[in-house]
């Protein structure tokens, strides 16, 4: 028998990681003198020692450790534990890889171009739900700004307070037509409302954990491929389309020069 000194000498494992491991139930010590309240612990003790430490090298919590050293656990159990945690590193690999191949990207760009890109930014984010207040329309890209026009007007002095945030357009294609869209413009609302003031329609989308989205000025020469950049960067990077959910065009206006706006597309993905 080791005290705890002695024993945190051989294990290498300091005092305070010892007592803490006796205070939550991990690696107590096989006996605990009640008169002077020392702590002794056994030779073996050092290989529960080790499979603890196995066990957090391979990124489990202590208290899935816990779990783990439990006499009575099924190997059903172990396995079931192992199979989770394989699956959570994987995901960890495959983000990291993720970011490997957009480091590996954008020097090359910066190889090619001598400098670093500012122009045509991509990058994959979050989207939460949003209250969106929008009419339906059909046509051309072109015909977007028209279509804002059309629709500014008719807004109620209330929605025209809650829609204080950019100009919204999501589109999915029409088959058949190659440059004629399903259009939903509108506005995110900041506050939510009951009811949609006529004309408009009114509905929440949902949260989207996943959006490939670039950003450009529209009077840049990227505005003109923008979709094709987006999606070729998608299939490059091993991602795909969600099918059925439409992409989004953010518009945000541009203080120093009136006719031009910045731009967001968002084309919601998925891992391959």
Not at 3 to 32: A, M, N, W
Not at 186 to 199: A, Q
């Amino acid at each position: 028998m080791f005290k705890i000194s002695e024993f945190s000498r051989l294990s290498k494992v300091t005092l305070k990681t010892l007592r803490y491991y006796d205070q939550i139930g991990i690696l107590k010590p096989r006996k605990v003198d009640h008169d002077t309240g020392y702590r002794y612990y056994s030779a073996d003790q050092l290989l529960e020692l080790n499979r603890i430490f196995i066990y957090k090298e391979l990124g489990f919590t202590l208290p899935q450790i816990i779990q783990l050293l439990q006499q009575d656990i099924t190997l059903e159990n172990i396995q079931g534990m192992f199979k989770l945690k394989k699956s959570e590193v994987q995901q960890i690999i495959d983000t990291e890889q993720a970011k490997l191949a957009r480091i590996e990207e954008r020097m090359q760009l910066i190889e090619r171009e001598g400098q670093v890109e500012t122009g045509q930014e991509i990058r994959i984010k979050a989207e939460g739900a949003q209250q969106f207040l929008f009419q339906k329309a059909c046509g051309r890209e072109e015909d977007i700004p028209d279509l804002f026009r059309t629709f500014n007007p008719l807004l109620t002095k209330e929605a025209r307070q809650l829609a204080q945030g950019p100009q919204v357009v999501l589109w999915k294609e029409i088959d058949g037509k190659e440059d004629e869209f399903e259009f939903e413009i509108g506005y995110f609302l900041t506050c939510e409302l009951p009811l949609s003031p006529d004309p408009f329609l009114l509905r929440t989308l949902p949260p989207e954990p996943m959006m490939a989205t670039m950003a450009f000025r529209s009077d840049s020469n990227f505005a003109c491929t923008a979709c094709v950049d987006l999606a070729k960067w998608i299939e490059k990077n091993n991602y795909q389309i969600k099918e059925n959910e439409p992409g989004r065009e953010i518009y945000l206006p541009i203080s120093t020069k009136e006719d031009a706006q910045l731009m967001e597309i968002q084309i919601p993905i998925s891992h391959r």
